[in-house]
Nanobody, 118 residues
C-alpha cells in the first residue's frame, strides 16, 4: 500500500502563490499516477490536476489551467502542485491521491487547507 501526506497549505492573498507537496511512502514503486483534488465548503470534491508517474504527462481542470502546475520528484517520491495567481474561489481543502497498482485512485492523503483572501 501507499501512504500519502500533504503539506504546504495556508492563507494567502488573492494573486499570491503556494506550493503543495505530497510525500509518498510504502509501495511507491506501484504508483502509476498522482493527482490533486479539492473540496470547498458545501461543494463536492473536484479534480484539479494529474500527472502520470512514468511519462510525466499532465492533465488539468479548466479552472486552473495556466495557473497551476503539477510535477513530481521521483527520487523523493513526492508530488507537487505549484499554484500561482490564486483566487478566492480556489479556497478549499486540497487532497493528494495516488493510483497504486490500479487505475482507480486508491490512496488518499488527509488534506491540507488552502485559503485565499480577497
Amino acid at each position: 500500500q501507499v501512504q500519502l501526506v500533504e503539506s504546504g497549505g495556508g492563507l494567502v492573498q488573492a494573486g499570491g502563490s503556494l506550493r503543495l507537496s505530497c510525500a509518498a511512502s510504502g509501495r511507491t514503486s506501484s504508483i502509476l499516477a498522482m493527482a490533486w483534488f479539492r473540496q470547498a465548503p458545501g461543494k463536492e470534491r473536484e479534480f484539479v490536476a494529474q500527472i502520470f508517474w512514468d511519462n510525466l504527462s499532465t492533465v488539468y481542470a479548466a479552472s486552473v489551467k495556466g495557473r497551476f502546475t503539477i510535477s513530481r520528484d521521483n527520487a523523493k517520491n513526492t508530488g507537487y502542485l505549484q499554484m500561482n495567481d490564486l483566487k478566492p474561489e480556489d479556497t478549499a481543502v486540497y487532497y493528494c491521491a495516488g493510483q497504486s497498482g490500479s487505475l482507480q485512485y486508491n490512496a488518499w492523503g488527509q488534506g491540507t487547507q488552502v485559503t485565499v483572501s480577497s
